[in-house]
């Protein structure tokens, strides 16, 4: 895979605009991490927010993280730790949960650029947990639609780990990201999951 900035994202981000949307995106891609997913992330993102720093009229991004970019080993920060905003994944690896790792290389990418850019336009990003809930068309073949299915089906039996997932509504992290976009007092990052699961 070739990457190289686009010559579109300019006109998308267009004058007078003042808000971009940014999703870096990361596939669960067995075999070439570095090249599928890690280095896609963090280029979508750069890619992105060079294009926010041509645009002056631009003055906030809504970032779409992922809890993973908090957490990876439910132990890393020993027994009873309360996960917050304030902490970034720090044991995955390009090979050790790769996904992890490429959304927090995104994420920390996106500040980083925000600080150079010397706080121009700010930053709020979205952590949600696994985003689940009604599509909004008739595909099935997305990953959390195939969770949801095999879950629901029995396909995953009787394979029943002793583990939590943190889950969250597409429709509340719609909301999140429109709250995110239009209050004034919203930046950094908020994390987004089911109170229990």
């Known amino acids: 895979m070739h990457l190289q900035p686009t010559r579109h994202l300019p006109t998308l981000v267009a004058a ?56 990876s080993d439910p132990h890393e920060r020993g027994r009873g730790h309360a996960l917050t905003e304030a902490d970034w994944n720090t044991s995955a690896t390009p090979t050790s949960f790769p996904y992890f790792y490429a959304k927090t290389a ?53 394979w029943s780990p002793p583990l939590g997932v943190g889950v969250v509504d597409v429709r509340d992290v719609a909301r999140a990201h429109c709250l995110a976009a239009v209050l004034p007092r919203a930046s950094g990052r908020y994390l987004l999951n089911s109170e229990s699961t």
């Open 16 to 71: 007078g605009c003042i808000l971009v949307p940014v999703r870096s995106a990361a596939a669960a891609i067995t075999g070439k991490e570095e090249e599928m997913m890690i280095r896609p992330a963090v280029f979508g993102t750069e890619n992105v927010l060079n294009a926010v720093n041509k645009t002056p009229s631009v003055k906030r991004v809504v970032l779409t993280a992922s809890t993973v970019s908090v957490w």
């Open 106 to 158: 995104a994420e920390q990418r996106a500040y980083a650029m925000q600080q150079e850019a010397k706080h121009r336009w700010q930053l709020c990003s979205i952590n949600p947990g696994a985003i689940w809930g009604p599509p909004t068309g008739s595909r099935t073949d997305g990953e959390s639609v195939g969770q949801m299915i095999d879950l629901l089906s029995g396909a995953l039996w009787p």
